[in-house]
């Protein structure tokens, strides 16, 4: 069983910066695809960035040019580096795994940004922003 575990999140004034952590444990595949998710009360977990086998990045128009994601393929850690950031990107924060040979369902492989191409999730880092 693959496990994902955040860690970073916290409060911060807007315009501030923080550094999510994920790592992953127990490398069971090869390769991997990872994502981060956010969720606000009251709305859908959406995806924020995502990063696949061979390096390729994929952002949320919301966060392109503020957020990096970013692997370190030696120790299994995922991050996601948020700076300039606004009240709204106050939410939950999910570190989302699928190893590459599994991102496929009903014939399609599935978009990074969707919810069920993951099948690894973790307990979720909070990150609040204050105006």
């Known amino acids: 069983q693959v496990q994902v575990e955040e860690s970073g999140g916290g409060s911060v004034q807007a315009g501030g910066s923080l550094r999510l952590s994920c790592v992953r444990s127990?490398?069971?595949?090869?390769?991997?695809?990872m994502a981060w998710f956010r969720q606000a009360p009251g709305k859908e977990r959406e995806a924020v960035a995502g990063i696949d086998s061979a390096g390729s990045t994929r952002y949320a128009e919301s966060v392109k040019g503020r957020f990096t994601i970013s692997l370190d393929n030696a120790k299994s850690t995922l991050y996601l580096r948020m700076n300039s950031l606004k009240p709204e990107d106050t939410g939950m924060y999910y570190c989302?795994?699928?190893?590459?040979?599994?991102?496929?369902?009903?014939?399609?492989?599935?978009?990074?940004?969707?919810?069920?191409?993951?099948?690894?999730w973790g307990q979720g880092t909070q990150v609040t922003v204050s105006s």
């Open positions: 127990r490398a069971t595949y090869d390769h991997y695809c």
């Open positions: 989302a795994a699928v190893p590459s040979r599994y991102q496929y369902g009903g014939g399609r492989r599935y978009s990074w940004n969707e919810v069920a191409k993951y099948k690894y």
